[in-house]
């Protein structure tokens, strides 16, 4: 039986001194000593064996941050663990408290394939793993094949109704196969389109109208959001089919990272996959000639499998499930506190899965830095993350092995 813990990380805006990332944003050196020294302390509270790390700008920045982690949870050990000369250095409770070094993991950095010069740079992903890497990892931003989603004219109404064609995804996509407890898992993770609008700017122009706060435009800005959903659940379904493709391999998968919607919102469904019908002999068929034409029995089995088969689950829901806590949330703004990070694995760790290969144990959520960042003087609204960090602590095997 082996244990192991992942977890999903958005650092918000890693990138060293002195180097403007967004337009007029950057750190000084005091403020990124701040905020590396923020991170580390978190990387080190999470200790986690594989770390998936959203808006990364730079992979030496992240690398200080690991370094610096390791440095402290060296001297933790150092100081709270008892050496080989005590006779209680054996005691587990010293095992628990234990920190382990990064020193022989390794580190995958997906670039962002947008990221330009100072003031428009754009952020990618990384996977961190103490299992090391099975093969190298894949990275997915450019599509091979453009996705063209066409619509269907409704009923009534004649011609074309138009199409959505996406390129390239706002942000890599990073695949990671990691071989743990004898099994390989396949791991994603991502950080999907956000709710910011996108606007178009005019030909000659500097910036979009909508951008223009002093005269307002409710109805543009509605347009920006509704792009971005767009985009949002169109990338969401470009990783799904990723997913299909291990799924239907036979391989364990789990997704994690910043989806940047809720668990029950489009973009999340399209990645989790459908939840079966409760009967299905209970429904018309969708070649019915009659009233009473609907699936059968053994119809019923065949097609909630093949639902259940590709599905993924929250390890958030699950955790939820088996334990009195109330609510978990990674994100604060406006009033409103929701998870949209998250950490999704396929049904091989789910405990009412009879073929499982582990299960979750556990959740862990870091938030209490979070604080409600639609006001600008909020705490740390710049240096520390303004998501929280989920953590899934795993077993590979059973109890009786």
């Known amino acids: 039986m082996t244990h192991f813990t992942i977890a999903s990380f958005n650092v918000k805006n890693l990138i060293g ?3 403007e990332y967004y337009e007029f944003q950057s750190y000084t050196p005091e403020e990124y000593a701040w905020k590396k020294d ?26 200080d941050v690991v370094a610096e982690a390791d440095s402290r949870g060296i001297a933790m050990n150092s100081a709270a663990i008892p050496d080989a ?4 250095h054996r005691k587990a409770i010293f095992r628990k408290l234990a920190y382990t070094p990064y020193s022989g993991a390794e580190l995958a950095f997906a670039p962002n394939i947008a990221d330009a010069g100072p003031g428009k740079r754009r952020p990618g992903v990384a996977i961190l793993s103490r299992h090391g890497f099975a093969e190298p990892p894949e990275v997915l931003q450019d599509l091979d094949d453009p996705l063209e989603i066409p619509f269907q004219p409704l009923r009534g109404l004649e011609g074309e109704a138009g199409s ?13 196969r990691v071989a743990v407890g004898g099994e390989v898992i396949t791991v994603f993770n991502c950080h999907l389109k956000s709710k910011l609008g996108e606007y178009i700017v005019p030909p000659g122009a500097d910036f979009a109208r909508e951008e223009v706060l002093t005269r307002y435009d409710p109805l543009g800005r509605a347009m920006g959001s509704l792009r971005a959903a767009l985009r949002r659940m169109a990338e969401a379904w470009v990783l799904r089919r990723e997913i299909l493709k291990e799924l239907n391999h036979g391989k364990p998968v789990m997704v994690l990272g910043d989806f940047n919607d809720g668990e029950n919102a489009v973009s999340s469904e399209i990645i989790s996959g459908e939840v079966p019908f409760k ?8 070649d019915a000639k009659d009233y ?11 097609i909630t499998e093949s639902v259940e088969r590709v599905r993924l689950h929250s390890a958030e829901k699950l955790f939820v499930r088996k334990s009195n806590r109330d609510m978990v949330f990674t994100s604060a ?32 959520v870091l938030n209490d830095h979070l604080t409600d960042g639609s006001h600008p003087e909020a705490p740390y609204n710049k240096l520390a993350s303004d998501h929280g960090q ?6 590979i095997g059973t109890e009786a092995e």
């Open 17 to 19: 001194p002195d180097q």
């Open 38 to 63: 923020w991170l580390a302390d978190q990387l080190l509270t999470m200790d986690a064996d594989i770390v998936g790390f959203q808006e990364i700008f730079e992979e030496d920045a992240l690398r």
């Open 85 to 88: 000369s005590k006779r209680y």
């Open 164 to 176: 959505f064609t996406l390129q390239r995804l706002s942000r890599p996509i990073l695949k990671a």
């Open 279 to 286: 009967n299905y002999s209970w429904m018309l068929r969708h």
């Open 292 to 302: 009473g034409d609907r699936y059968s029995k053994e119809e019923n089995v065949q």
């Open 333 to 364: 703004f406006g009033g409103v506190f929701e998870s949209i990070d998250q950490i999704y694995m396929s049904r091989h760790f789910h405990p009412d899965y009879k073929r499982r290969i582990g299960e979750m144990e556990y959740f862990s």
């Open 390 to 395: 989920i953590i899934a602590h795993m077993r």
